[in-house]
């Protein structure tokens, strides 16, 4: 990384003199309403937010969706719409910026306080090179700059935020670029002009966890070089663990618990921020506890409660909580505050999550004590391919390339087992779970099916399989059809296969129930439904026929944390009393860590490593999983800090033209290392999977060496 | 997205939940039909369709006067207590005839468009499904039928079918309007399906007949509700065209289009031939159109209506 010319003044030391000057911005009693329409009720989004940031601090701000954390920094920004009614004070430097006419917002933003968005994919003009927008950022700020100095600028700035031949890159198109290099870029135009204050909102929710690591280490390098003071937006417990040094929590549109990192993890005073943090699935913790579930949802902000927003789904709730809306006041450390009238009593008590939440039960599954290899096999996979041919032409089509979606993969579930299948986006998870599903003949390789071969069944014999084998979707969104009610929705799969009326309408209730729903909310709409309410109606779906197998497409990663604890819980118990297997597709290596008894890891169409979850956690093998382990950061400051992160190189090569040998070799940490006779083998020898260590463990890879990450 | 989402899931949540919690599990039609009678445009839009209908049918029944007949003692004659509409050229009773017209109209311009939405909802909907063969073979029959001429088919086949009746009309004003819905709902129907439901459905082994009916074609009920209510006023304004050039509904049969062709050459000197008949054909297109867009409204879970 390349220094720039920051000028003086702005790069003060980071953390040392806190404390001691003014605060850089300064937000307080933040209120932002959102008029409804007609008769609509208007919506409180913000209601008296307020925080202090000093030069080179970090900011997390962190909260579910709903909660306000955006609209909050938005309004600071001034790019709220015109109809949102804001009160209370922005302040930066002392100088107030609400009320500001937008010319004076506008000679403010990207010069004084810019913002790094979520979606880099829409951040970026898809018409101008991203040399250019950089460059127009810089020049817009500095009118005397010339047009060449402008670009120079662009290209240091290209270098400092990693773009690797930036000067070449400078004239790329956004549309050549990976999420990632986008979201290089889009932090490269925030720190254009040396802000004083940089507001990330979810800077790395969409991007991959090696991606998400590469990106933040690109933030911290641009802390460094700004001496920026950061709001860091985001719902990931983890990357707050890691990389602030004070926490706002929010719930509802104010804030509920503000601190230093560690009194808010170590010393949690709010019942909602213990349940949030116990909802977490746990990369680093072996033992298998249920998760926190947080019961309901959150409040409608256009129709709050009186007193504490939280009280309806608060364990430890009592009348008073229910009469006035709690203040934030001081609890233990001076700079540590939370919104609870209970809170003395649980410093007092010492209470943590597990004491005041009540942990469901999980049974135990005695069955799952049978050996593995004296279970029924329910689902094999050999050797199974997926290419899709590459076309070229309009009416003469000729194949150009393939792209290799799924490349020869095996694997297999017995009874009662859930295997994992991990890797980042793009590694063909979901063309595998579409292979299997589809029960077609692959066009290589074999699925079998509980001993039933796909491709050598009739359409008779693949109707009665469809019936073990169900499937749940990542997004409840659309995987509702919105003009069903929920009845027939959890009725079609009884109807196609033959039920009668009456049989159908006691099952439909009993599976509502079965998934923690009301029988009466059969008669609704999905769209009546929250997110995790909506996965449950799909699990109930997926329930209806009784499977053997289910298969479920990233379920859990559209909901919120607190949502999300409760659909984990849910799939566990079900599992145990159902009798289920499982093929649990995932990016997020805590859940399957949590939910998995095995876990196979899959980059570039193949699998580099599969095993038992307690090996792979602990011992992985493999260079790629080692990288993704270590890519994920844990929601435990202390054990983050202390942590080193595996970088990995680049991104993930295009699967239209893989690398020759291994196909990982291109970003592997270990291939650097090793010398060019060693090399030779990676780069010609494709690795197979070969047994490591443990019994149950096998990794692809020539110099495959286990090694502790977590 | 996530934010305004969980909006829409809490608001309605909170909706729902203050009423009654009685367990009413009823089909979707039913609840739909519930719906679009709670909807104002939809009320009014029957009710003026049955007032037309009522006229239409039970008028010429209560006029003193036949279809037939002539009153040879009035010619052109304004609207008067004997005839209510006044006179036409030949001593006709206007009244009698602009309801006479009015009853082929509706039922030419009704079924008309039911024909031609059906056709063009089942053609565009297995096309953009099944894609292939099934596609290109559909997708030609369509481009080709855009390409053929429909005045000069209709012409050339007037001789042969003059004879047929109106049933015969209505197909053919279907035949040549379908094209271009069908390869909207093509369209649509290649992003549908790739819909997470769709999918779920086909994986629970629904056949895929079922899946275009059960799952596709309502999901798209808006745009096919849209186009049928266009296509109301539009065969009907079709068959007014036909009938003027003496390809449509054949003398002394009437329809609002053939009244409205004789009647507009004297509108200005005799208005009360023109005025009526057109007037009536202006209710009716409205009236359709108050329908199409009620029902769009109730059959679409995303309107705001329904998220009181």
């Given at each position: ?124 003009t898809p018409v101008y090179t991203v040399g250019d927008q950089i460059a127009e950022t810089v020049q817009v700020h500095n009118q005397a700059l010339s047009k060449g100095d402008a670009a120079k600028r662009a290209v240091e700035l290209l270098e400092l935020v990693g773009i690797p031949n930036a ?544 | ?23 009413r599990v009823s089909g979707r039609w039913s609840a739909v039909f519930r719906e679009m009678l709670a909807t104002r445009r939809v009320v009014v839009g029957i009710g003026l369709i049955l007032l037309l209908m009522a006229a239409a049918w039970i008028g010429p029944l209560i006029s003193p006067w ?176 036909l009938s003027y050039f003496g390809f449509g509904i054949q003398p002394p049969d009437v329809s609002l289009g053939s009244l409205i062709a004789t009647g507009a050459g004297q509108a200005l000197a005799y208005p009360w031939m023109f005025v009526f008949c057109t007037g009536l054909l202006i209710v ?25």
């Amino acid at each position: 990384m390349t220094s720039t010319d920051t000028r003086t003044g702005t790069q003060t030391p980071v953390r040392e003199n806190r404390g001691e000057n003014t605060p850089v911005l300064e937000v307080s009693d933040l209120f932002v309403t959102f008029p409804g329409a007609a008769k609509a009720p208007d919506v409180q989004a913000v209601r008296g937010v307020g925080y202090e940031l000093r030069s080179g601090e970090v900011l997390g701000i962190v909260g579910e969706s709903g909660s306000g954390k955006s609209v909050s920094s938005l309004a600071t920004m001034g790019l709220l719409p015109p109809h949102a009614e804001i009160s209370g004070s922005v302040r930066l430097h002392g100088e107030e910026l609400l009320g500001l006419g937008d010319q004076a917002m506008a000679r403010k933003r990207g010069k004084a306080i810019s913002m790094v968005f979520q979606d880099p994919l829409s951040g970026l003009t898809p018409v101008y090179t991203v040399g250019d927008q950089i460059a127009e950022t810089v020049q817009v700020h500095n009118q005397a700059l010339s047009k060449g100095d402008a670009a120079k600028r662009a290209v240091e700035l290209l270098e400092l935020v990693g773009i690797p031949n930036a000067a070449q890159r400078y004239r790329a198109f956004p549309h050549e670029f990976s999420g990632g290099m986008r979201q290089r870029v889009m932090i490269a135009i925030a720190i254009a002009n040396d802000p004083d204050v940089i507001i990330c909102d979810e800077p790395t929710t969409a991007l991959d966890v090696t991606i998400q690591a590469q990106v933040l280490e690109v933030l911290k390098t641009a802390q460094r070089e700004t001496g920026a003071a950061i709001v860091m937006i985001t719902h990931d417990l983890g990357v707050v663990a890691g990389f602030v040094d004070r926490v706002l929590v929010m719930y509802a549109g104010r804030a509920v618990e503000v601190g230093d990192v560690d009194d808010v993890y170590y010393r949690t005073r709010m019942p909602y921020t213990m349940g949030l943090l116990g909802a977490v699935p746990r990369l680093d913790l072996e033992e298998r506890t249920p998760l926190v579930p947080i019961k309901g949802n959150p409040p409608s902000l256009t129709a709050l409660p009186p007193g504490c927003p939280y009280a309806p789904r608060c364990p430890l709730v009592k009348d008073a909580c229910t009469e006035s809306e709690p203040a934030l006041y001081q609890v233990g450390a001076s700079t540590h505050a939370a919104a609870c009238i209970r809170a003395g009593e649980i410093e007092e008590n010492a209470w943590t999550a597990a004491d005041i939440y009540p942990l469901p039960e999980l049974p135990e599954d005695a069955e799952a004590a049978v050996p593995r290899a004296e279970r029924e096999v329910v689902l094999e996979v050999n050797d199974l391919i997926k290419h899709h041919p590459l076309m070229k032409g309009a009416v003469f089509k000729r194949r150009v390339g393939t792209v290799y979606a799924v490349d020869g993969i095996t694997f297999d579930i017995r009874e009662r087992e859930t295997l994992g299948l991990v890797g980042e986006s793009g590694c063909g998870k979901s063309s595998t779970l579409m292979e299997i599903l589809s029960l077609q003949a692959p066009q290589r390789g074999t699925v079998v099916v509980l001993g039933k071969q796909a491709g050598g069944m009739n359409a008779r014999q693949r109707f009665a399989v469809r019936r073990d084998l169900q499937v749940v979707f990542q997004d409840p969104m659309s995987s509702l059809d919105p003009r069903m009610p929920v009845f027939e929705i959890i009725a079609e799969p009884l109807r196609t296969h033959g039920h009668s009326a009456p049989s159908v309408r006691s099952r439909v209730n009993e599976l509502l129930t079965v998934v923690g729903l009301e029988p009466a909310h059969a008669a609704r709409y999905p769209q009546e439904f929250s997110g995790g309410q909506r996965q449950r109606i799909g699990i109930a779906r997926a329930l209806a026929l009784d499977p053997k197998l289910l298969v479920l497409d990233e379920p859990v990663s559209a909901l919120d944390v607190s949502i999300q604890a409760g659909v984990i819980n849910l799939l566990e118990q079900l599992k145990v009393e159902l009798g289920l297997s499982y093929l649990f597709v995932a990016h997020d290596l805590s859940v399957i860590r949590h939910i998995a008894d095995r876990v196979a890891v899959m980059y570039l169409g193949k699998i580099v490593e599969i095993g038992d979850v307690e090996s792979i956690y602990a011992t992985p093998a493999h260079p790629y999983t080692q990288a993704l382990l270590s890519a994920i950061p844990v929601p435990d400051p202390e054990k983050e800090r202390a942590r080193t992160h595996i970088l990995l190189e680049g991104d993930l090569p295009s699967p239209a033209n893989p690398p020759s040998g291994c196909s990982f070799r291109t970003r592997c940490p270990k291939f650097t290392i090793l010398d060019p006779a060693e090399q030779e083998a990676c780069l010609t020898t494709e690795p197979g999977l070969e047994p490591v260590a443990g019994d149950d463990q096998a990794a692809a890879c020539h110099y495959a060496e286990a090694r502790v990450v977590v | 997205m996530s934010l305004s989402a969980e909006h829409a899931a809490s608001d309605g949540d909170k909706g729902t939940e203050a009423g009654p919690g009685e367990p009413r599990v009823s089909g979707r039609w039913s609840a739909v039909f519930r719906e679009m009678l709670a909807t104002r445009r939809v009320v009014v839009g029957i009710g003026l369709i049955l007032l037309l209908m009522a006229a239409a049918w039970i008028g010429p029944l209560i006029s003193p006067w036949e279809f037939t007949e002539r009153d040879f003692a009035s010619f052109r004659e304004p609207p008067s207590p004997e005839h209510w509409f006044g006179t036409d050229n030949t001593g006709k009773d206007v009244f009698v005839l602009t309801m006479v017209g009015l009853q082929k109209s509706i039922v030419i311009g009704l079924l008309a468009a039911l024909l031609t939405t059906a056709v063009a909802a089942v053609v565009g909907a297995f096309a953009g499904y099944f894609m292939g063969i099934t596609d290109k073979a559909l997708m030609w029959i369509t481009d080709l039928m855009l390409v053929l001429p429909s005045f000069l088919i209709l012409a050339i086949l007037y001789p042969v079918l003059r004879g047929q009746g109106w049933l015969v009309f209505v197909l053919l004003l279907a035949a040549f309007a379908w094209m271009v819905t069908a390869k909207m709902v093509r369209g649509m129907t290649i992003s549908l399906k790739e819909r997470e439901y769709v999918h779920a459905a086909r994986y629970m082994g629904v056949s895929d007949t079922k899946i275009i009916f059960r799952h596709i074609l309502p999901n798209m009920s808006s745009l096919l509700i849209v186009d049928a209510t266009i296509n109301v006023s539009g065969a009907i304004i079709a068959e007014t065209a036909l009938s003027y050039f003496g390809f449509g509904i054949q003398p002394p049969d009437v329809s609002l289009g053939s009244l409205i062709a004789t009647g507009a050459g004297q509108a200005l000197a005799y208005p009360w031939m023109f005025v009526f008949c057109t007037g009536l054909l202006i209710v009716l297109v409205l009236s359709a159109n108050l329908i199409g867009d009620g029902l769009r409204d109730a059959l679409d879970p995303q309107a705001k209506s329904r998220r009181r």
